[in-house]
């Protein structure tokens, strides 16, 4: 191996590991925080593991002629191509098995030029409107490079499982981290340019090695078919595609019920202190509205999958199955440290320097502790005006029960179960339970009331069943919020909306329903009471 | 005036007293027309009023010792003026029949403590208005039970006007709601309130009324089926002062009752059919560690057939006063009776008990007064002896249905209990004649006997008949009786008041004269089916001043001259039923309508009385409750006019063949003036059926 691109390509695995060192430590604001999660943190060590793979599984001349392919391929890629689709059609789909172990390598490598980008940050900050194209047209290279190593290569090479799942994140991530933060993408943009220059001279060189790795194809493909009789299947690659494609999907369940469940984390268990990682988010990660940023005009979203469907309108590429597709969590062998998180706000009985700290379960913890107990309330409920909140779902809660305590007290207090109420009754002297002001209505009201609360529970059930299905079928949801609302859709919204609509239209319909048919009650009991008396 | 003081003030003996006064003072004022008093004004100012010597205190004292018959005070108020003012302000109970009328009679009536609406088909909230405008904090006692018509708005004038009421009964009015309930809530001075059966009251309106009403001590909420452990709870929180507590009925749990138990005055708790209180078993270990001082006199869990010994007993424990126990359906016993000392009454009723449990029972409890064992199988000759034997100073012992019950029983019972008052021994049928000679030997105190179905024959008869301070005497149904037994009951039963002798077909007129001569103060005769009976026996009844209840069904030789003699001897009245008196036409009825004014149910199923004779029943302002079917000579035509013209009905049965024949609009007048419509459908059935194949039907039916 080139020495120098081994230099180059460990400093970029030392650089990618201290970035997350110091994301983890709160180095950049606005950073998307849930891709500062474990999986990044183990991605150090799984690219160093497989790396030096890849030489042992090709003969040596294969070896010394790849390297230099893969930075001419690079070129040819970057160079002359303005149009995306460029540089798909340059790929000749008889040699795409053959070229199969190339293009790992060449992700392997283009990872490893960004990454080496990343670490020489900020050394070059000039002529930022070219470098703005040239960022967007690299990552758009290097994604449909993905797509097209995901898309073609099928159910091949079991062994590409692992390159694909040690690098496809780390694009996607660098990707990112481009488009969240410009300045900071600039800069990469332009340090990939200047690697590119720089290499532009060997590549003439490279040129007959390239045809002669052709020639020898026949060995690569062998290669390729005697793996694929083992077996892969097509899922596991889906699997594989779908841990590449991002992180924190398994946050999104919890984000998307984001009720106050997990606030006191880690109550209930008795973790000994040094049993678990402490990390740290900063107040305002923790109040970032946004933890997914579109590479390439910067737009935040809250979800991944709002993300990849925001992506769908920059490009046919983002729309293949692959592109869409959820990403899946790589689960790995290595038993995981348990993370645990703590409140930035010192003091708190959440924070690590407390005496008796509790360490919070999980982000989302983190992001319902801090605002609950460390930010204003700034959710008034409408229809009260009197309750305040600082997490929008315990609005929502609320919302759901507000207005609709029927049981009241003389003293004006409304309770929501009548036990309260009578327990309330029993304590104050000279309060009494009110009566619903015309007596004829209250079976009616009460009938109303509970017919409210189904509907209420249906709208829940939907709710719930909404919210999940949008995580599940992703696609189908999403595809259709996009098509709809251009990126600006998210399911939380989309929730919202239909809720207010269920709980505001259907009510006044339901009183009219609900008294006439006490009327019509008070008349049949009536009746009965009559005959009973017989 | 000694004439006054000296009368024995039987309600009967009124006309004495008004002939006595007259006689004295030959003051020819008629008392039955007011009329002649008007004329006499002017006569009896100038030479001065006799009767205005009386003062309203002697005058008071006449009137308290009036006996509750309204007539004799109708009667005391038409004597003169002072008579008539006297009694206006003496007067503390009224019972009106309708209430449209009551703004006036209030005017006449200032110091009315008890309102009694029961009589009136309809009440409305402007005759509750008037009531309370007029009677405001004099009034202390309404009684709305089975009322219709008024609302929350009525009540609440009556309990914001009326500061002193004390005791409202609402019974069986199924409408009232929880308005009413807050309406009752502002009556802050009440002690007793009735609510049984008030269906759509729920826990608010008890909460309403525990809450405004602290001063409770009685309160009935039987089959107030909406109430919950909450309202239960909040009532016996809110009322401290709560003695009786009915609470049977209710969907309540255990969950209220440690509340329950500790009030500190409850006497009286009623849980029967709570199918929640199963509960007693399991509320008994938090029940253990409360402190409770109950002073409960008496304690009713008929029919928790879940509860179970243990939770008795916890709750019993502590229930050391306990008085009274009535069980039904019930269950082992013995587990906590030694702990009841002072335990006086135990009624069980429909159980198996063994016969430890008698033993049980025969040793623990010393101080047993009351002691029942209704319908109970497993009593034995054995063990009703010993326990007995154990409590001789039992007054009140019912054996009914103890169908092994001997002689030999009898002989113990009446050997050790000579001061039993009362015993129903009704269908103990191995007892013979020996076993009532033992009665009538040694149970002289005996005032109720119930010799129901038993093999009682003349000599038995003639033995009971020694028991002289019999006031109540059921020997229906034994047949081997006739009046030969019948004359010893009248020559000495004097104070006989009840009498029942239904099928007894041995029994003619000779047998009833007896009775008439003998028991003048008889309220009630059963003789139906008694078909031997004729008008004199009815001639021969209409001596007894007091009967206001007779039953003649089935005794075809009765004719309206009986009836006639009926309705001008017996004032007082109140319930008819001559049901397939064949005989019977519109000359009886012409009769009661003009004397029988105090009548309030008569039954005239198949007798020959037509649309005249009803509408001659029309002048009874008092009828309320009427049953005409299978009446021949009745037409749809002459029913509408009895129905527009009695406005007191309240319950009509009718056939349901005329339903259609009635216009609609009709049966919605009478409907709306209170009266309720029952429609039966059962088939003509002209022939009465022999004794002995009733008997054998009524026998081959379950029970």
């Known amino acids: ?534 | 005036m000694e004439a006054i003081g000296r009368s024995s003030w039987s309600p009967g003996a009124l006309p004495t007293l008004t002939f006595d006064l007259v006689s004295k003072n030959s003051n020819p004022y008629n008392r039955l027309n007011p009329r002649p008093i008007k004329k006499m004004r002017g006569e009896a100012e100038q030479q001065r009023n006799p009767f205005d010597s009386l003062t309203e205190e002697i005058l008071f004292l006449i009137l308290d010792r009036l006996g509750s018959n309204p007539v004799d005070k109708k009667s005391f108020s038409l004597v003169c003026k002072s008579f008539y003012a006297a009694e206006s302000r003496h007067r503390r109970t009224l019972a009106p029949l309708r209430s449209d009328l009551l703004r006036r009679i209030l005017a006449r009536y200032p110091s009315i403590a008890r309102l009694d609406f029961t009589l009136c088909p309809r009440v409305t909230d402007g005759a509750l208005a008037a009531a309370a405008d007029a009677l405001r904090s004099s009034l202390r006692s309404v009684d709305l039970s089975r009322s219709k018509a008024f609302s929350s708005v009525g009540l609440e004038k009556l309990a914001v006007n009326c500061t002193s009421l004390v005791e409202i009964d609402l019974s069986y009015s199924f409408y009232l709601n929880d308005g009413a309930a807050a309406a009752i809530g502002r009556a802050r001075n009440l002690e007793r309130l009735w609510l049984a059966k008030c269906r759509r009251i729920t826990d608010i309106g008890i909460a309403r009324i525990a809450l405004g009403c602290p001063k409770l001590r009685l309160l009935c909420l039987n089959e107030c089926i909406k109430l919950t452990d909450l309202g239960i709870e909040l009532v016996a929180s809110k009322c401290k002062m709560l003695q009786s507590l009915d609470l049977s009925y209710l969907a309540i749990t255990e969950k209220c009752l440690p509340a329950i138990l500790q009030l500190p005055y409850l006497e009286d708790l009623s849980l029967p059919e709570c199918v929640g209180v199963d509960a007693l078993s399991q509320g008994c270990t938090s029940l253990e560690v409360l402190d409770m001082s109950i002073r409960q006199q008496v304690f009713d869990i008929a029919t928790c057939q879940h509860a179970k010994c243990a939770g008795l007993s916890s709750i019993t424990n502590r229930s050391l006063g306990l008085r009274q126990m009535g069980l039904t359906y019930y269950i082992p016993v013995t587990c906590f009776l030694q702990k009841l000392p002072r335990l006086q009454s135990i009624k069980l009723s429909d159980c198996e008990i063994t016969s430890t449990e008698l033993k049980a029972i025969g040793t623990s409890c010393l101080s047993l007064k009351e002691l029942s064992f209704s319908k109970c199988s497993g009593i034995t000759d054995e063990d009703l002896s010993f326990i007995v034997s154990k409590h001789r100073d039992l007054l009140k012992l019912d054996i009914t249905c103890c169908s092994e019950i001997t002689d030999v029983s009898l002989a113990n019972i009446t050997s050790s209990c000579t001061s039993l008052t009362s015993l129903r021994m009704e269908s103990c049928n191995l007892v013979s004649k020996e076993g009532f000679r033992l009665i009538g030997q040694r149970c002289h105190l005996l005032e109720e006997l119930d010799l129901t179905d038993t093999d009682l024959d003349n000599e038995g008869l003639k033995a009971v008949s020694g028991c002289f301070k019999l006031s109540s005497l059921k020997i229906g149904l034994c047949m081997n009786i006739n009046d030969e037994g019948l004359v010893h009951v009248g020559k000495c039963c004097p104070k006989l008041q009840v009498l029942d002798l239904y099928r007894c077909t041995g029994i003619t007129d000779m047998g009833i004269s007896a009775i008439g001569l003998g028991c003048p103060v008889l309220r009630m005769i059963n003789l139906a089916y008694c078909s031997d009976i004729t008008d004199d026996s009815l001639r021969s009844l209409s001596k007894c001043l007091n009967l206001d209840t007779l039953e003649i069904r089935g005794c075809p030789q009765v004719s309206s001259v009986g009836i006639s003699a009926i309705a001008v001897g017996c004032r007082q009245l109140t319930k008819l039923d001559v049901k397939k008196c064949y005989d019977i036409n519109d000359d009886g009825m012409l009769s009661l309508g003009r004397f029988s004014q105090n009548l309030r149910q008569i039954n005239l199923s198949y007798c020959s009385v037509t649309d005249r004779g009803l509408l001659a029943l029309a002048s009874i302002s008092c009828l309320q409750n009427m049953t005409i079917l299978h009446l021949k000579g009745l037409t749809p035509n002459g029913l509408k006019n009895v129905l527009w013209a009695c406005n007191g009905l309240r319950k009509m049965k009718l056939h349901s063949s005329l339903k259609s024949l009635i216009p609609q609009h009709i049966l919605e007048y009478t409907q709306a003036r209170g009266c309720m419509f029952q429609w039966s459908n059962k088939p003509y059935q002209a022939e009465l059926v022999p004794n002995e194949i009733w008997k054998q039907q009524s026998r081959g039916m379950p029970v």
């Open chain 1, 1 to 534: 191996m080139d020495p120098k691109l081994r230099r180059t390509s460990e400093s970029a695995a030392k650089s990618c590991a201290q970035m997350m060192g110091d994301r983890s430590r709160n180095f950049n604001l606005g950073q998307p925080f849930i891709q500062c999660n474990p999986t990044n943190l183990c991605y150090g060590g799984k690219h160093e593991q497989t790396f030096p793979e890849f030489p042992s599984a090709l003969d040596t001349e294969t070896q010394s002629l790849y390297q230099p392919e893969h930075e001419v391929k690079s070129i040819n890629q970057f160079k002359p191509s303005p149009n995306v689709n460029n540089a798909i059609l340059d790929w000749d789909p008889r040699l795409v098995l053959s070229n199969l172990s190339f293009l790992e390598q060449k992700i392997h490598q283009v990872q490893d030029i960004v990454r080496s980008i990343i670490n020489q940050e900020g050394q070059f900050s000039n002529r930022a409107n070219e470098m703005v194209a040239q960022r967007q047209l690299v990552t758009a290279d290097l994604t449909s490079i993905i797509i097209q190593l995901i898309s073609t290569a099928g159910s091949l090479l079991p062994s590409m499982k692992n390159t694909l799942v040690s690098t496809n994140p780390s694009v996607g991530q660098v990707g990112s981290i481009v488009g969240a933060r410009t300045s900071f993408g600039i800069n990469g943009s332009q340090q990939q340019n200047e690697v590119i220059h720089m290499e532009v001279p060997k590549a003439s060189a490279y040129d007959d090695l390239i045809e002669g790795f052709n020639n020898r194809g026949n060995e690569g493909s062998e290669l390729i078919k005697g793996l694929n009789a083992q077996g892969n299947e097509g899922d596991e690659l889906m699997k594989c595609l779908k841990s590449c494609e991002g992180e924190g999907t398994e946050s999104i369940p919890v984000e998307d019920h984001e009720v106050k469940d997990c606030d006191d984390g880690a109550d209930g268990e008795n973790l000994p202190p040094g049993s678990y990682e402490v990390l740290q988010l900063e107040k305002e990660e923790i109040l970032a509205p946004h933890t997914h940023f579109c590479t390439i005009c910067g737009k935040g979203f809250k979800r991944d999958a709002n993300l990849r469907m925001h992506m769908r309108g920059h490009g046919d590429e983002y729309k293949t199955a692959a592109a869409l597709a959820k990403p899946h969590k790589e689960s790995t062998s290595e038993p995981a440290l348990i993370k645990r998180y703590s409140c930035p706000f010192v003091g708190c009985k959440r924070n690590k320097e407390h005496k008796k700290f509790q360490p919070l379960k999980t982000i989302l913890c983190v992001k319902n502790h801090y605002k609950r107990s460390h930010c204003d309330k700034s959710f008034t409920c409408s229809r009260c005006n009197t309750k305040k909140f600082s997490v929008i779902a315990d609005l929502k809660t609320h919302e759901k029960h507000c207005g609709r305590d029927k049981w009241l007290c003389s003293c004006g207090t409304t309770f929501s179960r009548k036990d309260k109420l009578f327990g309330h009754v029993a304590l104050f002297q000279g309060h009494t339970p009110v009566l619903a002001v015309d007596e004829a209505n209250v079976s009616g009201i009460s009938d109303q009331v509970q017919g409210n609360e189904v509907i209420n529970g249906m709208v829940g059930s939907m709710d719930y069943n909404f919210a999940s299905s949008t995580l599940d079928d992703v696609q189908i949801l999403n595809i259709k919020g996009v098509d709809d609302g251009r990126g600006c859709f998210s399911p939380m919204n989309f929730d919202a909306c239909n809720f207010g609509g269920l709980d505001e239209f259907p009510r006044p319909a339901f009183e009219v329903s609900e008294s006439s048919f006490s009327f019509l009650c008070s008349g049949s009991s009536n009746f009965i009471q009559r005959s009973g008396d017989n």
